[in-house]
Protein backbone atom coordinates (compact mmCIF):
# COMPACT_ATOMS: atom_id res chain seq x y z
CA UNK A 1 0.00 0.00 0.00
CA UNK A 2 1.51 4.11 -0.90
CA UNK A 3 2.23 5.89 2.09
CA UNK A 4 0.87 9.57 2.27
CA UNK A 5 4.26 10.69 3.26
CA UNK A 6 5.07 14.10 1.43
CA UNK A 7 7.99 16.30 1.69
CA UNK A 8 5.71 19.29 0.71
CA UNK A 9 7.90 21.53 -1.25
CA UNK A 10 10.91 21.37 0.72
CA UNK A 11 10.58 23.82 2.75
CA UNK A 12 9.16 21.85 6.15
CA UNK A 13 13.27 20.60 6.24
CA UNK A 14 14.41 24.20 6.63
CA UNK A 15 12.18 24.78 9.27
CA UNK A 16 13.31 22.72 12.89
CA UNK A 17 9.92 21.99 13.87
CA UNK A 18 8.14 20.91 10.67
CA UNK A 19 11.69 19.06 10.38
CA UNK A 20 11.42 17.16 13.80
CA UNK A 21 7.31 16.68 12.75
CA UNK A 22 8.72 14.99 9.59
CA UNK A 23 11.37 12.71 10.70
CA UNK A 24 9.18 10.79 13.31
CA UNK A 25 6.44 10.40 10.80
CA UNK A 26 9.07 9.10 7.75
CA UNK A 27 10.80 6.88 10.69
CA UNK A 28 7.58 5.33 11.47
CA UNK A 29 7.19 4.52 8.17
CA UNK A 30 10.85 2.84 7.75
CA UNK A 31 10.81 1.45 10.91
CA UNK A 32 10.02 -2.07 10.45
CA UNK A 33 12.20 -2.02 7.29
CA UNK A 34 15.22 -0.29 7.81
CA UNK A 35 17.78 -2.69 8.28
CA UNK A 36 16.86 -3.90 5.33
CA UNK A 37 16.59 -1.17 3.54
CA UNK A 38 19.94 0.72 5.51
CA UNK A 39 21.36 -2.35 3.77
CA UNK A 40 20.54 -1.76 0.28
CA UNK A 41 20.50 1.86 0.21
CA UNK A 42 24.36 1.14 1.29
CA UNK A 43 25.00 -1.30 -1.59
CA UNK A 44 25.60 -3.69 1.93
CA UNK A 45 28.63 -1.41 3.37
CA UNK A 46 26.68 0.26 6.35
CA UNK A 47 27.70 -2.38 9.29
CA UNK A 48 31.31 -2.29 7.30
CA UNK A 49 31.25 2.15 8.03
CA UNK A 50 29.17 1.38 11.51
CA UNK A 51 32.01 -0.90 12.47
CA UNK A 52 34.53 1.56 11.27
CA UNK A 53 33.40 3.97 13.66
CA UNK A 54 33.38 1.81 16.55
CA UNK A 55 37.21 1.00 15.90
CA UNK A 56 37.76 4.19 15.69
CA UNK A 57 37.27 4.78 19.38
CA UNK A 58 40.47 4.87 21.61
CA UNK A 59 40.77 2.50 24.48
CA UNK A 60 38.65 3.96 27.92
CA UNK A 61 37.72 2.02 30.58
CA UNK A 62 33.80 1.37 31.67
CA UNK A 63 32.86 4.25 29.37
CA UNK A 64 29.73 5.94 29.90
CA UNK A 65 28.44 6.10 26.06
CA UNK A 66 25.53 7.29 24.36
CA UNK A 67 24.14 6.73 21.12
CA UNK A 68 22.03 9.74 19.30
CA UNK A 69 19.35 9.01 17.17
CA UNK A 70 20.24 5.72 17.69
CA UNK A 71 17.37 3.84 15.77
CA UNK A 72 16.82 -0.13 16.11
CA UNK A 73 20.28 0.34 18.33
CA UNK A 74 22.75 -1.20 15.96
CA UNK A 75 25.75 1.55 17.01
CA UNK A 76 24.57 0.99 20.69
CA UNK A 77 24.99 -2.55 20.71
CA UNK A 78 28.10 -2.03 18.88
CA UNK A 79 29.39 -0.08 21.87
CA UNK A 80 28.74 -2.79 24.12
CA UNK A 81 30.37 -5.36 22.11
CA UNK A 82 33.51 -3.19 22.05
CA UNK A 83 33.20 -2.27 25.86
CA UNK A 84 31.19 -5.19 27.71
CA UNK A 85 31.34 -2.88 31.24
CA UNK A 86 30.40 0.30 29.48
CA UNK A 87 26.92 1.95 29.95
CA UNK A 88 25.42 2.62 26.80
CA UNK A 89 22.21 4.81 26.42
CA UNK A 90 20.13 4.71 23.04
CA UNK A 91 17.72 7.89 22.51
CA UNK A 92 15.81 8.36 19.63
CA UNK A 93 12.60 10.53 18.63
CA UNK A 94 10.77 7.82 16.62
CA UNK A 95 9.03 5.25 19.24
CA UNK A 96 8.52 3.06 16.60
CA UNK A 97 12.34 2.80 16.31
CA UNK A 98 13.14 2.40 19.81
CA UNK A 99 10.25 -0.15 20.69
CA UNK A 100 12.34 -2.31 17.71
CA UNK A 101 15.49 -1.17 19.57
CA UNK A 102 14.22 -3.14 22.69
CA UNK A 103 12.93 -6.05 20.98
CA UNK A 104 16.16 -7.13 19.44
CA UNK A 105 17.35 -10.48 20.35
CA UNK A 106 20.90 -9.58 21.38
CA UNK A 107 23.34 -10.48 24.58
CA UNK A 108 24.06 -6.71 24.43
CA UNK A 109 21.27 -5.16 25.91
CA UNK A 110 21.82 -0.84 25.91
CA UNK A 111 19.53 1.02 27.51
CA UNK A 112 17.00 3.38 25.38
CA UNK A 113 15.02 6.46 25.92
CA UNK A 114 12.51 8.83 23.54
CA UNK A 115 14.15 11.75 23.48
CA UNK A 116 14.97 14.81 21.27
CA UNK A 117 18.71 14.64 20.38
CA UNK A 118 18.61 18.16 20.85
CA UNK A 119 17.03 18.21 24.21
CA UNK A 120 18.45 15.55 25.98
CA UNK A 121 17.49 15.14 29.93
CA UNK A 122 20.84 14.01 31.22
CA UNK A 123 23.68 16.22 32.94
CA UNK A 124 26.47 17.97 31.16
CA UNK A 125 29.56 16.56 31.38
CA UNK A 126 28.71 12.72 31.55
CA UNK A 127 29.65 10.65 28.45
CA UNK A 128 32.79 9.83 27.42
CA UNK A 129 31.96 8.83 24.03
CA UNK A 130 28.87 9.81 22.12
CA UNK A 131 28.03 8.34 18.40
CA UNK A 132 25.49 9.49 16.23
CA UNK A 133 24.78 7.68 13.16
CA UNK A 134 22.65 9.56 10.32
CA UNK A 135 21.91 11.76 13.13
CA UNK A 136 24.06 14.94 12.14
CA UNK A 137 22.02 15.37 9.15
CA UNK A 138 18.42 14.53 10.45
CA UNK A 139 18.83 17.32 13.41
CA UNK A 140 16.54 19.69 12.96
CA UNK A 141 18.92 22.62 14.14
CA UNK A 142 22.58 21.42 13.10
CA UNK A 143 24.31 24.45 15.43
CA UNK A 144 22.46 23.76 18.39
CA UNK A 145 22.74 19.98 18.50
CA UNK A 146 26.97 20.61 18.50
CA UNK A 147 26.36 22.73 21.13
CA UNK A 148 24.55 20.46 23.08
CA UNK A 149 27.24 17.37 22.38
CA UNK A 150 29.96 19.34 23.68
CA UNK A 151 28.06 20.39 26.89
CA UNK A 152 27.06 16.56 27.65
CA UNK A 153 30.53 15.03 27.19
CA UNK A 154 33.28 15.25 29.08
CA UNK A 155 36.49 16.87 28.64
CA UNK A 156 38.87 14.88 26.83
CA UNK A 157 35.37 12.59 25.42
CA UNK A 158 34.83 11.88 21.59
CA UNK A 159 32.29 12.30 19.56
CA UNK A 160 32.11 10.00 16.16
CA UNK A 161 29.28 10.39 13.60
CA UNK A 162 28.91 8.47 10.35
CA UNK A 163 26.59 10.48 7.63
CA UNK A 164 26.18 10.55 3.95
CA UNK A 165 29.35 13.56 2.44
CA UNK A 166 28.22 16.66 0.91
CA UNK A 167 31.92 16.88 -0.82
CA UNK A 168 33.32 20.80 -1.23
CA UNK A 169 33.58 20.63 -4.94
CA UNK A 170 30.37 21.56 -6.72
CA UNK A 171 30.41 19.55 -9.69
CA UNK A 172 30.83 16.35 -7.61
CA UNK A 173 28.63 17.00 -4.69
CA UNK A 174 25.44 17.95 -8.01
CA UNK A 175 26.68 14.42 -9.49
CA UNK A 176 26.29 12.82 -6.43
CA UNK A 177 23.55 14.21 -5.46
CA UNK A 178 21.99 13.26 -8.62
CA UNK A 179 22.47 9.62 -8.07
CA UNK A 180 21.33 9.51 -4.45
CA UNK A 181 18.04 11.21 -5.74
CA UNK A 182 17.52 8.19 -8.08
CA UNK A 183 18.33 5.45 -5.73
CA UNK A 184 17.16 6.62 -2.84
CA UNK A 185 13.01 7.80 -4.96
CA UNK A 186 13.66 4.21 -6.71
CA UNK A 187 13.73 2.40 -3.46
CA UNK A 188 11.03 4.45 -1.69
CA UNK A 189 8.87 4.02 -5.05
CA UNK A 190 9.34 0.09 -4.72
CA UNK A 191 8.99 -0.09 -1.09
CA UNK A 192 6.26 2.24 -0.14
CA UNK A 193 4.97 3.24 -3.50
CA UNK A 194 6.41 6.69 -2.72
CA UNK A 195 9.59 8.05 -3.83
CA UNK A 196 9.49 11.13 -1.03
CA UNK A 197 9.94 8.65 1.79
CA UNK A 198 13.58 7.50 0.88
CA UNK A 199 13.86 10.70 -1.54
CA UNK A 200 14.03 12.46 2.39
CA UNK A 201 18.15 11.18 2.35
CA UNK A 202 18.78 13.49 -0.47
CA UNK A 203 16.18 16.37 -0.22
CA UNK A 204 18.22 16.75 3.57
CA UNK A 205 21.79 15.88 2.39
CA UNK A 206 21.00 19.04 0.10
CA UNK A 207 20.77 21.32 3.20
CA UNK A 208 23.50 19.94 5.44
CA UNK A 209 26.80 21.82 4.77
CA UNK A 210 29.74 20.42 2.74
CA UNK A 211 32.66 18.69 4.42
CA UNK A 212 34.34 21.85 4.84
CA UNK A 213 31.39 23.95 6.58
CA UNK A 214 31.00 21.12 8.77
CA UNK A 215 34.25 21.36 9.97
CA UNK A 216 34.20 24.73 10.66
CA UNK A 217 31.06 24.52 12.49
CA UNK A 218 33.07 21.45 14.77
CA UNK A 219 35.48 23.85 15.46
CA UNK A 220 33.00 26.70 16.17
CA UNK A 221 31.76 24.90 19.19
CA UNK A 222 34.86 24.14 21.05
CA UNK A 223 35.56 20.72 19.34
CA UNK A 224 38.85 20.24 18.22
CA UNK A 225 41.51 17.06 17.05
CA UNK A 226 39.00 16.90 13.63
CA UNK A 227 39.11 13.70 11.95
CA UNK A 228 37.16 12.29 8.91
CA UNK A 229 37.06 9.40 6.72
CA UNK A 230 35.17 8.92 3.42
CA UNK A 231 33.81 5.89 1.99
CA UNK A 232 32.25 4.91 -0.95
CA UNK A 233 33.50 7.59 -3.40
CA UNK A 234 32.62 10.20 -0.67
CA UNK A 235 29.30 9.00 -0.86
CA UNK A 236 29.41 9.03 3.40
CA UNK A 237 31.15 10.03 5.90
CA UNK A 238 33.25 9.20 9.05
CA UNK A 239 34.44 11.99 11.54
CA UNK A 240 35.57 11.67 15.05
CA UNK A 241 36.25 14.87 17.27
CA UNK A 242 37.23 15.43 21.11
CA UNK A 243 36.23 17.92 23.69
CA UNK A 244 39.67 19.46 24.77
C1 LIG B 1 18.79 6.96 9.49
S1 LIG B 1 18.25 6.57 11.12
C2 LIG B 1 19.76 6.09 11.90
C3 LIG B 1 19.60 5.04 12.94
C4 LIG B 1 20.90 4.52 13.55
N1 LIG B 1 21.67 5.58 14.15
C5 LIG B 1 21.72 3.81 12.53
O1 LIG B 1 22.81 4.29 12.21
O2 LIG B 1 21.29 2.77 12.04
C6 LIG B 1 18.00 8.17 11.77
C7 LIG B 1 17.33 8.17 13.11
O3 LIG B 1 17.27 9.51 13.59
C8 LIG B 1 16.12 9.62 14.40
N2 LIG B 1 15.85 11.04 14.61
C9 LIG B 1 15.47 11.96 13.70
N3 LIG B 1 15.35 13.16 14.25
C10 LIG B 1 15.67 13.01 15.57
C11 LIG B 1 15.74 13.91 16.68
N4 LIG B 1 15.46 15.21 16.54
N5 LIG B 1 16.12 13.41 17.87
C12 LIG B 1 16.41 12.09 18.02
N6 LIG B 1 16.35 11.20 17.01
C13 LIG B 1 15.99 11.66 15.79
C14 LIG B 1 15.08 8.88 13.60
O4 LIG B 1 13.95 8.53 14.36
C15 LIG B 1 15.89 7.67 13.11
O5 LIG B 1 15.77 6.57 13.96
Known sequence: MGSTFSLGNGDALKNPGQKRILNRQMFAIIAPRY????????????SYWKKALINAIP????????????????ISRMLLSRFPNACVLGIDICPEMIHLAKQCKSAYRPYYLLSDMQFLPVPDNSFDIITGGYALRNSPDLNALLKVIFQKLKPGGVALFLDFNRPLEETKALKQAKLLRFWTRLWGWIFHQNPEVYGY???????????????????????????????LGGFTALIKVTKP
Open 35 to 46: AWITRILSFGRD
Open 59 to 74: PCHQPFCLDLACGTGD
Open 201 to 231: IAESLALFPNCEDLRQRFESAGFSQYVRWEY
